[in-house]
């Protein structure tokens, strides 16, 4: 079975920094890209970030690009998302979202079968 | 990047048809996905690749592309169908989701 488990969440003020993990069991880790979605108190879905099945290639969304960084460790399961400079609108549960078919070469083609049930971020003075 | 627009909310009353669409310029050249997200819970993959149903979705579920527009239908609705859908594509800037349609079973 499938498991995706964020960790990491925390209640912090704008301009910290924080880092999420992702512990993922059930499936062969190092063969699928991984992915950061978030959704804010009353909003929709937002894709935060993607990193190929390798760690080789990483792909941002403008809003967080040069704030956030994605990385994984293949040796143990582990997906991660170090943020920097957080901001108000930072405020959002993360899901951390396994794709569905590829590795991650691009973007193109991502989409997500198994989610985790999220963790929440709270920025705010 | 592009964006997907869907209809904030859409009603039906149980055992009735719903309809939601996601319309985006980018649609034509790329696939859409459809998520059931319910408050408290994390998504659910209902629809991949304008059409394809992963296993263990229930075949009321269905997808279609027609130009710049696809449509999630989910046929003879039940109460346990009212959730958050989300349509989704990808392209190499980036991944997008559309804003979100209400479902509300009536």
Redesign the interface.
């Given at each position: 079975e499938v498991q995706l488990l964020e960790s990491g969440g925390d209640l912090l003020q704008p301009g910290g920094s924080l880092r999420l993990s992702c512990a993922a069991s059930g499936f062969t880790f190092s063969s699928y890209a991984m992915?950061w979605?978030r959704q804010a108190p009353g909003k929709?879905?937002?894709?935060v970030s993607?990193i190929g099945s390798s760690g080789g290639r990483t792909?941002?969304?403008?809003s967080v690009k040069g704030r956030f960084t994605i990385s994984r460790d293949n040796s143990k399961n582990t997906l991660f998302l170090q943020m920097n400079s957080l901001r108000a609108d930072d405020t959002a549960v993360y899901?951390c979202?396994k794709d569905?078919e590829g590795g991650g070469v691009?973007?193109?083609?991502?989409?997500?079968?198994y989610?985790?049930?999220?963790t929440l971020v709270t920025v705010s003075s | 990047?592009y964006e997907l627009t869907q209809p904030p909310s859409v009603s039906v009353s149980p055992g009735q048809t719903a309809r939601i669409t996601c319309s985006g310029d980018a649609l034509p050249k790329?696939?859409a996905?459809w998520?059931q997200?319910k408050p408290g819970?994390?998504?659910?993959?209902v629809i991949?690749k304008d059409s394809e149903r992963?296993s263990g979705i229930p075949e009321r579920f269905s997808g279609s592309s027609s130009g710049t527009t696809v449509t999630l239908t989910i046929s003879t609705v039940q109460a346990e169908d009212e959730a958050?859908y989300?349509c989704?594509s990808?392209?190499?800037?980036?991944?997008?989701?559309?804003?979100?349609t209400k479902l509300t079973v009536l």
């Open positions: 992915s979605v929709g879905l937002e894709w993607t792909f941002y969304a403008d899901y979202a569905h691009t973007t193109s083609g991502v989409h997500f079968d989610w985790g049930q999220g | 990047s790329q696939y996905y998520y997200k819970q994390a998504p659910v993959l991949y992963p958050d989300y989704q990808a392209d190499s800037s980036g991944v997008v989701f559309g804003g979100g």
